[in-house]
């Protein structure tokens, strides 16, 4: 185990800059998630720790020593890759010792060492086989056996799981996760899925175009965004935003008109007039009525009609028509909702989240 330290670490490409003043410090046994859009910078990251590619400038240290110069075979690293990159003509057994042989260790000790991991990775039956005698899954766990028999002092994942169909890759998480509880390895692992990233994560680190955006446990990126992006890449379905201009500030409240001169009245003065903002509804903060629930205060009340409804097993994702665009709520799968219904669409003040429109600023933070 190790803890791993960037320091404004720079990565270009020419004119493409693909990761930007990257700071961070790693714990020892931490299982962070680098998480964003394609081309963000994510594998670039974890290819300059595996020594696959040169760093323009910065730093990486690991356990406080730089490890720049260091030659990739030497950092003590293991890394898992998106297609397992498997020996095809090597058994189970042979691709998951490849690397202990190399590095000459004796055979007893290598025996052991893939015995304790195919246990763990439930290999034990599989060791004679081919890959291309293997399920993906079964792949994937061959690719994460080569890795833990080294014994690294830090795992580097990318995207390890984005191969695999949908069921596969929630039970191979879930593995996942327990793996990591079983051998504690200090784990950087990259992937676009925000679902993937907040069930695994310790932190999450969210970035785009090079940069990161934010840097906090799962809880605090979902109830605590940085501002527009993370809100919106965080939570599935994704928040809803609607357009607000700030009409009057007093001593201890603000109003708020939406686009169709609706106004809503918070209790807070930390605005400008004229202010442009943008509220931040999630899905599953929306209580969906069919009549009108009365006036309240507190709650803000927006008309709309169903255009979809999306029943999802366990719970109905409810896409509606309103005067601020397409607004997406979740409800109770045993809901008596209907398309075409006319609904109000209610969310608390409190749970509204408030983004200045030029800054893309959290404003609640
Ligand atoms: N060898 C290269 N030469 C030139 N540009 C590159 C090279 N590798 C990556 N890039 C560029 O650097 C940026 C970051 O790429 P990177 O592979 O790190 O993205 P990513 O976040 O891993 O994306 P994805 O989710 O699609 O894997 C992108 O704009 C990409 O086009
Ligand atoms: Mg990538």
Request: include cysteine.
């Amino acid at each position: 185990m190790a803890n791993v330290q960037f320091e404004n670490l720079f990565k270009n490409y020419g004119n493409v800059k693909a990761v930007h003043d990257f700071n961070l410090k790693i714990d020892e046994g931490e299982f962070i998630v680098l998480v964003g859009p394609s081309g963000c910078g994510k594998s670039t990251t974890l290819r300059m720790i595996a020594g696959l590619e040169d760093i323009t400038s910065g730093l990486i240290y690991i356990d406080e020593k730089v490890i720049n110069k260091i030659h990739p075979k030497n950092r003590d690293i293991a890394m898992v890759f998106q297609n397992y990159a498997l020996y095809p003509h090597l058994s189970v057994k042979d691709n998951i010792s490849f690397g202990l042989r190399a590095q000459k260790i004796p055979r007893a000790e290598v025996e052991k060492r893939v015995v304790e991991a195919s246990e763990t990775l439930g290999l034990e039956g599989l060791l004679s086989r081919r890959p291309g005698e293997l399920s993906g899954g079964q792949k994937q766990r061959v690719a994460m056996g080569r890795a833990i028999v080294r014994n690294p002092k830090v795992f580097l994942f990318d995207e390890p799981l984005s191969n695999l169909d949908a069921k596969l890759r929630h039970k191979m998480r879930a593995e996942m996760k327990k793996l990591h509880k079983k051998v504690g390895t200090t784990t950087i692992y990259v992937t676009h899925d925000q679902i993937e990233a907040m069930t695994l994560a310790d932190r999450i680190v969210i970035m785009k175009d090079g940069l990161i955006e934010q840097v906090g446990t799962p809880d605090e990126v979902y109830r605590r965004p940085n501002n527009i992006f993370v809100a919106s890449f965080i939570g599935t379905p994704a928040m809803n935003f609607i357009e607000g201009e700030v009409s009057k500030v007093s001593k201890a409240s603000s109003m708020i008109m939406l686009e169709d001169q609706k106004s809503i009245k918070l209790k807070s003065n930390n605005f400008y007039n004229n202010q442009n903002i943008i509220l931040g509804l999630r899905p599953e903060d929306i209580t969906i009525t069919s009549e009108n629930s009365g006036k309240n205060d507190n709650i803000i009340g927006l008309d709309a009609e169903i255009s979809v409804i999306e029943p999802m097993g366990h719970e109905t994702v409810v896409i509606c028509d309103s005067n601020y665009g397409e607004l997406t709520g979740k409800v109770e799968s045993n809901s008596k909702l209907k398309e075409n219904m006319a609904v109000k669409l209610n969310v608390s003040l409190e749970k509204v989240y408030l983004f200045d429109k030029k800054s893309e600023k959290n404003l609640n933070l």
